[in-house]
Every structure is written in structure tokens, then in C-alpha cells.
């Protein structure tokens, strides 16, 4: 398994080397053969997804998980039109970062290169598989796709559509692979190919996140986990705090950008707390509350140490009340997994001590959680939200699946 | 050993938390009290430092680590002019590295804020501690310095002035810290306090850094290896070709940024092997030649491929001729560590087609290889040369020890 993966790892690097001299219309235009070749392909790639989902039935597999790996033809198109406006973003190889000319006539650039081979280890859905191929390849890379398991069918079929594609526009097949997913060894071999592989992404549950941080010798960006609060101070408008706990909450709770945590200003808590209880509780969230929530609703459940270091992904929600912005901030930083934080306030220096106090990748003032997200930041495509703080924090984009280089022109310049 | 490298991680996060909110003019006021105490300490700092030096000299330590190790009054004067000139430079912390207004009216603006707690595992050295120290503080970080054993009471001298002075001007001496080094265990805690240090920075050989990408579960930026490349092209001027070989290789042999191999295209190669092998050996550079270079003098040993692969740090260089420049571009994408490459040409196709086809942190068209450095590049101050592409490649000054946050601000958006 391991010369499988290492010799995949090679082909992927030979492949990127012929990758990194072509032109961004040549990329632009594997890709939207791509897009096109994927829909071609869609009866193809549902047989091939029927067979996944009814072997994880089989196995007895949670009908949500089943339902994250099942395919219609809607989301084969869905993903493929992904791949297509993968082709119209900007290219950023090539983008000046910096640059100068130094006092001995040198001339400085620092500009975005290809990373090389990126390896993704992910769990579940195969539009990841699309989304993944077209990311790296528009930034210059191969990629390694290493999906799940119960996938294995779905991603083999995606994969030989994009391979086909690609090599039918004259860019080697060898720049998209997928990894066998038959054990975990694969996996792990593919963290530790150090020196075929210039980085590893791991999208899906914690545990696969952290088996992969602590396993890997390729960097790794860490990506994913929210334990995401949303504080209202004592100098909010309590009509945008209540809608904006709602909506951070409710309009979709198992993502990662969804909130989990509640924390109210003791100023306000005697009238913000029986109005957001009753917001919550009409949409069916169970609220872990302190004893000034359980006040408000005694049907409410104690909140426990344990649920404010809980990420739900479901209709649940934890909520205290703070005697200041201080212990929000306090409170923030001990708990929270570094993703994104709220305030609503209408307070200027409240909102600037708490996005200066708080340490994660985003910060929202009066504006719900569920804005941190490539596609709202206007990045046009994201392969992941990084919590770490090296190379890439928050949604991640085409610019951060790239590295940089230093190009220095001179005339014989000596030390 | 663990509880105290982690009792230390928890002091320094918290005194980074403090940091965070310092402004500019206190960084600075605490960086000249700093150099200023290093200079008044001369002595003290001069008493450890000859005990460490007398035991390293007891076990037999070789000269030249020892002469790495010693300090004298210019030395001390020296790092702490360095402290100085840092105090000096921009604050990285608060630059907007970019920023948009998006459709639904929310403020998108990405910042850069501190890393938080920075590890720093070298060996020999005394001014890395203070140089080190000094650029984490600027870039708002607390600093732990794990230096190696023999320099042990150097660098707690040079720390205990650093904090007495942090401390007299009203910031938390923890920001700055020596980490035991008593044994080797202390250093592989500091890698492993996942949570409690946010980034490690191995500086010293290839061993210490190889161990540190291993044994890491904290993310770790590699710094240093150079097997750096000088390719002299068809279309070459070979007076310039000369002394820019001459200058990598010779004007400082003990550098990461100097040639260690030579490649001279066939074409040239009959009128520029004897001249550059000329005068290689009036420097006294032992050279390591192809067939080529040994019909240029008998003299010359041959080539091995461990040769091809490895950075001497001494007055020695492996030499080649190739066919072409795809020849040379093949070779170093093969041997090189992808720190600094250079072409000498007066051919923009070829200087183009090299820095597109080598895959390294900076390339030289026409310069010197020494060039690569951060001091040399403006950036004031420098931690070390990054050879790894994730999060900074090539020198890294202040930016580089910082990491960025998305600040979004509304009046209530919701999705």
C-alpha cells in the first residue's frame, strides 16, 4: 500500500511540473471540459453511487451520513457547475504579493506559485472529490483525493470522468488521482510522504482531523471544527440580537459556521433572556442554560462545562449570562474552537475590545456567524475553513492552496 | 519536565493575551529598554557565557561550535543593536491585507494580529535569543527559547535581563521565557503542547530539524537547509558568471544561502570550466568535477551523486556540465532543498524558463545567492529562511510571525 501511494505521489509531482507551465486558459479550459464530461457522465456516476449507498445501508449506516454520500442528478450537476465557475475565477499563480527595488539596484518580487501535490483526506460527500480536483488544478497543483470508504465507488467514477477530461485537452490524467480507501493505512501513508507531498488538508469529523495532526509529517491545515458564540452586549439593539442568534442558529445547524453557544450581558438578560428562549424554543432548539435561562423557562436543561465545549452540528444550543464583555471574552477564549465569534452591539468600543479579544479566524460585529464561508466572502470557491493559525486562517480559496517565491532579478550583483 | 514546559506555555499565553492589546509605542518603549539592559548587562551576560564556553570546551566540543558559542563585548553590542532595529520597523500587527465591501453591505477586512505563543528550538548561538525574543515581541507573540544545553547559562543570563527590562516597562515578563535544556525531553514537550504553543521554529542542522518535523504535533515552520544551485547558461556573460560563482560560493562558506553546486551549460563549457575551476582553486575550493571538470585539471575529484545531494558548509562545491537548460532545471528540481537557486544569462527566455521550472523559496537571475536574506531584502529583521511552502517561504521577518483574522462588520445581515 504504501509503493501504491508513494508511486501515485510521483506521478502526481511529474504531473504538477507539466501543470505549472501551463497557461490559465489551458487550465480554464480542462476544467470546464471537466464540468462538461461530469454531466455527460451523470448516469455513469449515479450507478456507481447506487452501489455506495446500498452497501452502506447494508452496513447499517446512519440515514444522515447515507444521505450526505447520495447522489441525484441535481447535485452532479450542482458540483459540476462548481468545477465551471472554478474556470472563471482569476488564476492566482503568477499574483505579485510584494515587491520592491533594493538600494543596490536589485529588483525583488515575491509571487504566488503552484503548491505542487496536496493531498485531501476527507470523510462522506463526493461533490468534495469535484470540488477538491478543480481548487488544486486551477491553483497549479495535483491533487491526492482520498475520500472515504463508503464512497469509494462514487469517487472512482468521479475521478476517471476528470481524468478522461484532462487528458482529452492535452494535461497529463495524473494530475487528479484518487487514493484506494480499502483501509486506513492509505491514509496514513499519504500524510507521510514527505518530501512526494507538499500538503495535506483533512475535512470531515474531529477525529479524523486530529488522528491526521498527529500523524502527519506533511503540513497540514487543520480545518473545520466551530465552536462558534455569539455575544450580545449591553448595548445591543435587542430586535437585531434576537434575529441574529436565530439565524446563526437555525438557518442551518450542522455546519460549522453555525452557532453553539450563547452569552448575554447581565444588563439586558432580564429582557433579552425570555424573548430569545421563546425565539429558540418556537424553532424546537433545546437550550442548556444557567440558572438566569432556566428562570426564563424552567423546562430549560443546567448547562454543564461539557456543553460549552460542545460543537452540536444540531438544533442545541448553550447559554449563560455574563456580568461583562470581559467574561464573554474570557469565557470565549477558554471554550471556543477558534472559528468565529459574534457580537451584537451597538457600542464602538465594545466591538473593538472584543474583536481585539477574541482569537479565531473570524469575528462578526452585528452580522450573523453563518457569513464565514468562502462563497459569502466572495472567494468563489473554498475547499475548507482553516482554525489553525499557519498559512491560512478562515474559508480557504484558490490564493491559499498556492505558496509564494522570491524572484530576484539583478545585473552581477555581489556581496 | 512536561508540567513545566506546559506551566510556561500557560504563563506565556497569557501574557500574549496582554500583549495583544498593547499598542506600538509600549512594544517599542519595552524593545530599547531591552536592548539598552543587554548592553548595561554586558558583564554578567559575559560571565555566563565563559562558563559555557569553558564546559563545552571540557567535553571536547569542536572549535568552531565553540567559537559559534562565544561571546564578546562587540557580540553582546551587536545583537542588542539588533533588539534596537527591530523596535524600529513597522508593527506588522493591524496591517489590512485586504479588505472589500460585499454585496449585502457587510465590511469584509482581513487583519494581521499575533500568532500568540511562538517555541524556538536552535543550537549554539546567544543572539538567536535575543534576536529571536525581540521579533516575536514586535509581532505581539510570546516567545519560548529552547537553545541547546551548551549555551544554557548564556541564555538564561540573556533572558533574565530581557524580562527585568519587559518588566520595568509594565509588560508581563512572561512574554519571554528559557525553556530548560537539560534534557532533550524539554524540546519535545515544547513541540507537543498542542493548544498551549501555536507555532515551532526549529533553527540549527539538519538533524535537530528533521527530528522537530517528526515529533511535532504543534504546527513548524523547517528554516534552513540550502543545497543551492548556480546554473551558468548558453547565452551567460562569463565575466559575470565568475564572480557571481565566485560570491556564492566563497564569501561565506558556512551559510545556508551559498552555492554548494555548479552546473555550466555544454555549450560554454569549454571556455568557462577552466576559468571558473581557475579560480575556485585560488580560493582554495575543493571541487567535486564531472568528467569535464576533471579534463580542466587532473586534479579534480569526481563527482558522486551523495555529492550532488549534499550542502557542504565548507569550501567545497560539486560541479557538472549539462546538455541544456531542461538538464539543469531537472537536476536541481532533483538534488536541490529548494532554498535558492541561480541563472547567470542574458537570455530573458532562459532566465524565464529556470524561475518557472525550479520549485524553490527564492531564484536569482543574475545575482549572487547570498542575496537571499532577510536583512538583504529589507525586511529589517529575520527569524530564519523558511524552506517549506506553507505559511512563508524564504526569509521571514515580522509578517511572517503573524497570522490574520477576518473582521466583518454589519448591521445585522443574516442569511
Chains 1, 2 share one sequence.
Do not use: W
Not at 449563560?320 to 464583555?325: A, F, K, Q, Y
Amino acid at each position: 500500500m504504501k509503493q501504491m501511494v508513494h508511486d501515485a505521489a510521483r506521478r502526481a509531482r511529474s504531473a504538477a511540473t507539466v501543470l505549472a507551465q501551463a497557461s490559465r486558459a489551458e487550465k480554464d479550459a480542462a476544467l470546464i471540459a471537466m464540468a462538461e464530461a461530469l454531466v455527460a457522465a451523470t448516469e455513469e456516476i449515479l450507478a456507481a453511487n447506487a452501489l455506495d449507498v446500498a452497501g452502506a445501508r447494508e452496513e447499517g449506516t446512519p440515514e444522515n451520513v447515507v444521505d450526505r454520500l447520495s447522489l441525484d442528478a441535481g447535485r452532479v450537476a450542482a458540483f459540476a457547475d462548481g468545477v465551471r465557475q472554478v474556470a472563471a475565477l482569476p488564476d492566482p499563480v503568477g499574483e505579485v504579493v510584494r515587491g520592491s527595488s533594493l538600494p543596490n539596484g536589485l529588483e525583488l518580487r515575491q509571487i504566488r506559485v503552484p503548491m505542487g501535490v496536496i493531498g485531501m483526506i476527507y470523510e462522506g460527500r463526493p461533490n468534495v472529490t469535484a470540488d477538491a480536483a478543480a481548487i488544486c488544478l486551477k491553483a497549479g497543483s495535483a491533487s491526492l483525493l482520498r475520500g472515504s470508504r463508503n464512497a469509494a465507488r462514487s469517487n472512482a467514477a468521479i475521478v476517471a470522468v476528470m481524468r478522461d477530461a484532462l487528458a482529452a485537452t492535452g494535461l497529463p490524467a495524473d494530475l487528479i488521482q484518487a487514493i484506494a480507501a480499502d483501509d486506513r493505512s492509505s491514509a496514513t501513508h499519504l500524510m507521510q510522504a514527505r518530501g512526494l507531498v507538499d500538503l495535506v488538508i483533512p475535512r470531515g469529523g474531529a477525529g479524523l482531523i486530529r488522528a491526521v495532526v498527529e500523524e502527519s509529517t506533511v503540513p497540514v491545515i487543520e480545518t473545520g471544527t466551530g465552536n462558534v458564540h455569539v455575544y450580545v452586549d449591553a448595548d445591543a439593539d435587542l430586535e437585531m440580537a434576537l434575529d441574529i442568534v436565530v439565524n446563526s442558529k437555525t438557518q442551518r445547524t450542522s455546519v460549522c459556521n453555525a452557532a453553539e453557544s450563547l452569552l448575554v450581558h447581565a444588563n439586558i438578560a432580564e429582557e433579552f433572556v425570555p424573548k430569545i428562549v421563546a425565539a429558540l424554543h418556537e424553532r424546537d432548539v433545546l437550550i442548556h442554560g444557567d440558572a438566569s435561562f432556566q428562570a426564563a423557562d424552567p423546562s430549560i436543561v443546567p448547562v454543564t462545562e461539557e456543553d460549552d465545549a460542545t460543537e452540536f452540528l444540531a438544533s442545541e444550543i448553550s447559554a449563560r449570562v455574563v456580568d461583562s464583555l470581559d467574561a464573554a471574552i474570557d469565557h470565549i477564549r477558554c471554550y471556543s474552537s477558534g472559528h468565529t465569534e459574534a457580537i451584537v452591539t451597538r457600542s464602538l468600543a465594545s466591538a473593538q475590545r472584543f474583536t481585539r479579544g477574541v482569537d479565531s479566524a473570524a469575528v462578526m460585529v452585528n452580522a450573523s456567524t453563518r457569513f464565514t464561508d468562502g462563497g459569502e466572502f466572495g472567494f468563489g470557491a473554498e475547499i475548507g475553513i482553516s482554525t489553525q493559525k499557519l498559512h491560512a486562517r478562515g474559508p480557504m480559496g484558490l490564493r491559499e492552496m498556492t505558496t509564494t517565491t522570491y524572484l530576484v532579478t539583478g545585473d552581477g550583483q555581489l556581496r
